[in-house]
């Protein structure tokens, strides 16, 4: 039985397949078509499951959609009345789904005969809790979703008991924990599409001395829900506007903080205006507030579900600091965040919904890693090193063993270059895992400014992270819950922040990656030849890009690391290194003496 989900005319447009009972490949629109946080229909990511599947689309079985035009239809027609615009604009892009079958098929060319899949609507949220608790390893588990706004829902939360959930709430339009955040987030000058995590690394940096007066602002529903004090916000009026036209673009979002916000907090940042103390305790602030909403609705749903484990799902389960509160200040024991824990993982979890809950179908699948997106053969992989060492004789390129390339590659990392890692399939979801990851020293606290000089170019204020043997988290971080998927951050011992501080954070903290020798051996391997060379098995480990979506292809790889200061790329079995007359090891010795001095 074949199953795509497709996550379509929405931010993170997606897709993935499950056949039989197992997920054969998930992608992000955004890989493939090279556009952050691309919307619309999804059609290369639907041709690069269908391929990864080896079927055609005529011979999916069924088509889950993450989105439920009956879904709470009395709230929306009660704010289309009050919302006119925004109501003309949601109406445009139900028609789109409600089209979405014959849209398949002039998107691949076929007649809409051709496609004689079932197609499934459930619910955004459901869809969410379905994406975090299907895959996860346990039997029963509360589960909680949390976002802006989906289907005119902004959080939901159950029980998973075997293949079903049963959901017991939810919070309705307005009132949005997520909104919250994104509102925040835009008075301090961030207004760019999924610019929130920006403001969860600045956050560190401040003392939430507005916290009182945040209290105001958002509120928990008793026993569980989240209340919006709404003469701080504009979305109850106008309706959230979030605005694309095609695949090719990044949706923008409009101004969703009311004049009142800035009567009471003073004037809101403008984008090209310094961050200054004030700006840091806002953000500090709006943190510990949304840590405060989110525990007290984790420790009522613990009340309600006397489970030891817990499924996030939906934007804020992104919120990695929250993640490392919960297990210190809730009695939840195990939780669970899949990687595409936002709108990406929808497609997934609308797919395993319908497997499960719609066709009954017992579950038998764990997601244990990440890599479920493209990869590439050894022969393209060749092919492009070929192209490039023929066209540029500053490099030079040598193809070794696996045991030779992981001590080379831990070698360059620990005398200070910065390395290009690619192997394998691609991550599914935001972050780079070991796959599509650019390597460095996590013991030279100058790393971070000079990986932001030369590659990344981020605001300094953004926390990188650590990747650490599963082995060694408990004598580095004061936590030893497996964070997989780089969705926790935890205390760094205080006897270890001078031992790693370029991916320690300012208050101490880092969002750390463990990496098991079962799930992802080569990388694993890696980690060890770098603590076998240092002794300390820990690599900073950021995503492979350069203000773009992270690589996907060997020659996306090629090209950033060609156009950008990095020192070495290895693609597979072949380690590039960029000659002397490039950035030269001395280039790298100068930048390190010159941060110290
Ligand atoms: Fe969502």
């Known amino acids: ?29 955004e890989r493939l078509n090279r556009v952050k946080y691309a919307a619309g229909l999804p059609r290369l990511a639907i041709q690069y499951c269908l391929d990864a599947a080896g079927v055609k689309l005529s011979e999916v079985d069924h088509v889950a959609i993450p989105r439920d035009p009956w879904a709470r239809v009395g709230t929306k027609l009660r704010f289309a009345m009050r919302m006119p615009r925004f109501a003309i604009e949601r109406a445009k892009v139900a028609a789109r789904f409600g089209g979405i079958h014959e849209g398949l098929a002039a998107a691949f060319e076929i007649d809409p005969k051709a496609i004689r899949a079932q197609f499934h609507r459930i619910e955004h949220h459901r869809a969410h809790m379905a994406s975090a608790y299907f895959v996860s390893p346990f039997d029963r588990a509360a589960v909680l979703s949390a976002d802006g706004l989906g289907d005119f829902a902004s959080t939901m939360w159950g029980i998973g008991e075997g293949a079903r959930i049963n959901v017991s709430g939810a919070v309705s339009f307005p009132h949005s924990l997520g909104m919250f955040y994104t509102a925040m987030t835009q008075y301090l000058g961030f207004w760019k599409f999924g610019d929130e995590y920006k403001v969860m690394g600045l956050a560190a940096y401040g003392s939430p001395s507005y916290l009182d007066g945040f209290r105001d602002i958002v509120s928990t529903d008793s026993p569980l829900g989240v209340r919006l004090n709404l003469r701080y916000f504009t979305h109850h009026k106008s309706g959230p506007e979030m605005t694309w036209k095609e695949a090719g673009e990044t949706p923008l979002l409009g101004c969703l903080f009311s004049d009142y916000l800035e009567e009471r907090f003073g004037p809101a940042r403008k984008p090209e205006e310094p961050i200054t103390d004030r700006h840091k305790d806002f953000a500090a602030s709006m943190q510990a507030c949304l840590e405060s909403v989110l525990l007290e609705n984790i420790n009522a749903l613990h009340q309600q579900t006397r489970s030891k484990n817990l499924c996030l799902a939906g934007g804020v389960a992104f919120n990695c600091v929250a993640n490392g509160k919960i297990l210190q200040k809730t009695p939840f024991e195990h939780i669970y965040v899949q990687p595409a824990a936002g709108d990406g993982g929808l497609s997934m979890g609308a797919a395993f919904a319908v497997r499960h809950e719609i066709l009954g179908k017992p579950r038998s699948f764990h997601m244990e890693h990440a890599f479920w997106g493209p990869g590439f053969k050894a022969s393209e992989i060749r092919a492009t090193v070929s192209r490039s060492s023929a066209q540029n004789g500053g490099t030079h390129v040598a193809e070794l063993n696996e045991d030779a390339l992981l001590q080379t590659t831990a070698a360059h990392i620990a005398q200070g270059k910065i390395v290009g890692w690619f192997q394998g399939r691609a991550e599914w979801g935001p972050r780079a895992l070991g796959n599509r990851s650019i390597l460095a020293d996590p013991r030279r606290a100058e790393m971070k400014d000079i990986l932001n000089r030369r590659i990344k170019h981020r605001e300094s204020f953004r926390p ?131 941060a110290k001095s």
């Open 1 to 29: 039985m074949i199953i795509l989900g497709i996550n379509a005319y929405h931010a993170n447009a997606s897709a993935a397949i499950v056949v039989d009972d197992r997920l054969v490949a998930a992608v992000e629109e």
């Open 464 to 594: 990188f992270a650590p990747s650490i043997l599963e082995e060694s988290v408990g004598e580095y971080f004061e936590r030893n819950h497996p964070s997989p998927f780089m969705t926790f951050a935890y205390p760094v011992r205080a006897s270890k922040r001078s031992v790693i501080p370029a991916p320690t954070h300012v208050d101490g903290t880092a969002r750390l990656q463990t990496v098991s020798r079962d799930t992802h051996p080569l990388y694993w391997r890696l980690v060890r030849a770098f603590g076998d060379i240092t002794g300390v098995p820990v690599l900073l480990n950021t995503s492979f890009n350069d203000n773009e979506p992270i690589v996907c292809s060997p020659q996306e790889a090629l090209a950033c690391f060609e156009r950008t200061k990095m020192d070495v790329l290895v693609l597979g079995d072949f380690v590039l290194e960029k000659k002397p007359s490039g950035t030269s090891d001395g280039d790298i010795s100068a930048e390190l003496l010159g």
